[in-house]
């Protein structure tokens, strides 16, 4: 028992040389089948053979494989290696100890290099032929790093001597409290070692006692956790850091990193949870407190230049935007000729920052025919001559004019000079389509001519969304296209569309004369298409079955034409029918249905059912049977702006109604709408107006009632 003891210390501790590879082969010699096990067992590695052992062992192998024709061949000497080979081991060896000198030991990863030298390579190498390597290159390995070869990965080796030069650095680790003072990764790693500490190496523990890891630790040791609240306070520091730098937060990119911390990132996540409504108001205020416009109601774009143009006025000393603007650079100089031409557009929050540049009302152009006539009043400047020299070029307020070779009229317009004869041509081909075919829902690969029309078409569909997203009004050059078809440019799909005018002809045709309720009812494409827009009847676009009911599928024809098996299609579920009986009653009782999502009234969860219909409303183009309901219930049970927003402003009314007093976060919560009354949607004003205090509700330093 003794001996068995010792023999197991020693393969403990022992992880080269032909003990090991005896009690390698050993181990796998239960998994080869029949004999081959025992001759695997007792099979010796020319490395670890002494010679004369070795001769005498070829001898027998080539008697017993070749028999008495092997007496006239030679024997051939297995000693295993040559002289070219301990070369290039000597080689290796030299940039091993070269390594181990600069970093204390051999774990290296496969892609190394020492000197240009494939170290990583190499000891890869040397750790899969181990069983077969001479007993004097084992040590001269060993001798750089005892655990050179490990039976455990080499990457848990890597992050052991990681974690001692924390131990070397820092002082002690302490594992019952979370391994505090280590980073995440190398934390997380400790704490996994503690819980699979019974089942680790007996080498691995030694090394973990070195740490200060023994079993007693391991028992106790907590996990290390980031705490969310200190990673919180954290970037918010790096936030305030980087406003008092730069004046602001809009110059932050999502690859924005300071002082190695992903500001960028965070942000722009904090950026999104905001426009998704589930920012809690906690985080979203103390953003605010660093900079009112950290995620402004306008395209980010615009912030960027605003503070562009206030650092370039800072810049040339301030004072008048009248005296500064010609010393400002040329990118500032263009941006604030187009909020001067836009001025009109753009939304009172906007307005209010162009006021601190000097931009006011009186000093913009506010409406289009003004700053036309002011264009073709004043004379062009003269080639190569600088901006602001033109001659009797007028000033609006003390700042420049606008560009006087681009009139304003032409740029409303939406088409440059140079481009209104091409975009003539062009109508010409559309005008000559919708004479043959009576619409303009052209495919994308459509040609006439040999124009690319579908192309063209679909560019000018593409500039008129670009600019209703803006808030712009629409190109006046537009108003030509709709002339020739009112729908050509249609809020729905255009290949929708397409399918309504093939099915008009069709039908107009006099085709399908298998019809119910006047409709045909084949299984052909337009039998097929037909059917569709009658089970969906309820859930298009009010256009949508304007059109349809131009060609006869009307609310009572696509009833007739579904028929009872799938009239379901078009009504609420009966279990919807039993489900929204809870929301009026809900309704009835606190007047309206902005429940919390793990709400439930008597027993139902109604607040996770109007999550789901919530959901469900927002991925439809059309409105639904069920939304119709509960919208019938609650005008504003989905509203467009954060749902948070709408149960702030239900539990204000409530306990104004009630005449209870307000928590301070609704204080805070009303203090806030009043401030950023003007950022806020319209319904929400209206919304709002039932619990102002002053009727002076539009005004900046208005108060809520109760707040």
């Keep these: 028992m003794a001996r068995s003891k010792k023999l197991t210390d020693r393969l403990a501790s022992c992880m080269d040389g032909p003990l090991f590879a005896w009690a390698h082969q050993f181990s796998k010699a239960a998994e080869v089948p029949d004999g081959d096990g025992q001759r695997l067992l007792w099979k010796v590695h020319p490395a670890h053979r002494p010679r004369p052992l070795a001769d005498e062992l070829a001898q027998h192998l080539q008697e017993v494989a070749g028999g008495e024709a092997a007496e006239a061949e030679p024997l051939k000497r297995r000693r295993g290696h040559s002289r070219q080979a301990d070369e290039a081991f000597e080689a290796g060896l030299t940039r091993a100890r070269a390594y181990a000198a600069a970093r204390g030991h051999l774990a290296t990863r496969a ?38 070869d490990t039976p455990w990965p080499t990457l848990w080796q890597r992050t052991y001597h990681q974690a ?69 306070q954290e970037a918010l520091a790096h936030a305030r850091v980087w406003a008092l730098e730069h004046g602001s937060l809009a110059a932050i990119g999502v690859s924005t990193v300071h002082e190695d911390y992903p500001l960028g990132r965070w942000l722009s996540d904090r950026r999104g949870q905001m426009g998704r409504g589930v920012l809690s108001p906690g985080r979203a205020e103390a953003l605010t407190r660093i900079d009112p416009w950290w995620r402004p109601p306008w395209h980010l774009c615009w912030q960027r230049s605003y503070e562009h143009a206030c650092q370039q006025l800072q810049q040339v000393g301030g004072g008048e935007l009248s005296a500064g603007f010609a010393l400002m650079d040329k990118p500032a100089q263009e941006w604030l000729r187009i909020q001067q031409r836009r001025y009109h557009l753009l939304s009172p929050g906007q307005h209010d920052l162009l006021a601190r540049l000097g931009l006011k009302p009186e000093t913009a152009i506010a409406e289009a025919p003004a700053a036309t006539a002011s264009a073709s009043a004043a004379p062009v400047r003269a080639p190569g001559g600088p901006p602001g020299e033109e001659e009797g070029a007028e000033a609006v307020g003390g700042l420049p004019a ?134 969906l009847y309820d859930s298009l676009h009010p256009d949508q079955q304007h059109l349809l009911a131009a060609i006869g599928i009307t609310p009572e024809a696509a009833r007739a034409r579904v028929g009872p098996r799938d009239s379901r299609r078009l009504t609420t579920t009966p279990r919807f029918d039993t489900d929204v009986a809870h929301a009026r009653s809900y309704t009835a009782r606190h ?48 509203p467009p702006w954060p749902f948070a927003w709408q149960r702030r402003y239900h539990q204000h009314r409530t306990l104004r109604a009630t005449g209870q007093p307000l928590p301070p976060e609704l204080q805070r919560w009303a203090r806030k709408q009043t401030s950023l009354w003007h950022q806020l949607h319209p319904h929400q004003q209206a919304l709002l107006s039932t619990i102002v205090f002053h009727p002076e509700a539009p005004s900046r330093h208005g108060t809520l009632q109760g707040a």
């Design 111 to 148: 892609d190394t290099l020492q000197d240009g030298f494939p170290l990583g390579a190499w000891m890869s190498n040397q750790r899969m032929l181990r069983l077969g390597m001479p007993a004097w290159r084992s040590a001269a390995l060993r001798a750089l790093d005892p655990y050179w």
């Design 402 to 535: 606008v560009a006087q070779h681009r009139p304003l009229g032409i740029l409303r317009l939406g088409q440059r000079p140079d481009q209104r004869a091409e975009f003539d041509s062009a109508l010409e081909h559309v005008q000559a389509w919708a004479d043959i075919h009576g619409h303009l829902a052209v495919p994308r690969n459509t040609r006439q001519s040999g124009f690319a029309l579908g192309m063209w078409l679909f560019s000018q569909r593409n500039r008129a969304k670009q600019r209703a997203r803006k808030g712009e009004p629409a190109s006046p050059h537009l108003g030509q296209l709709a002339a020739i078809d009112p729908w050509w440019n249609p809020p729905w799909d255009l290949h929708w569309q397409g399918n309504y005018y093939r099915a008009r002809d069709c039908m107009r045709a006099g085709r399908g004369a298998d019809t119910v309720g006047g409709l045909p009812v084949g299984k052909d494409a337009l039998g097929i298409w037909v059917k569709r827009q009658c089970t």
């Design 591 to 638: 007047g309206h249905l902005a429940a919390h999502a793990g709400e439930e009234h008597d027993g139902f969860p109604i607040g996770r059912w109007l999550a789901e219909h919530r959901q469900r409303a927002r991925k439809k183009s059309g409105t639904s049977p069920q939304a119709r309901i509960l919208a019938s219930l609650d005008p504003w049970w989905n």
């Design 164 to 232: 001692r030069c924390h131990v070397a650095e820092q002082g002690p680790l302490d594992a019952r409290g979370g391994f505090p003072g280590t980073v995440l990764s190398l934390g997380e790693w400790l704490y996994l070692q503690c819980t699979r500490y019974p089942d680790l190496h007996p080498e691995q523990r030694r090394l973990l006692a070195r740490l200060g890891i023994d079993a007693a630790a391991a028992r106790d040791a907590r996990p290390r956790r980031r705490s969310q609240r200190f990673g919180e």
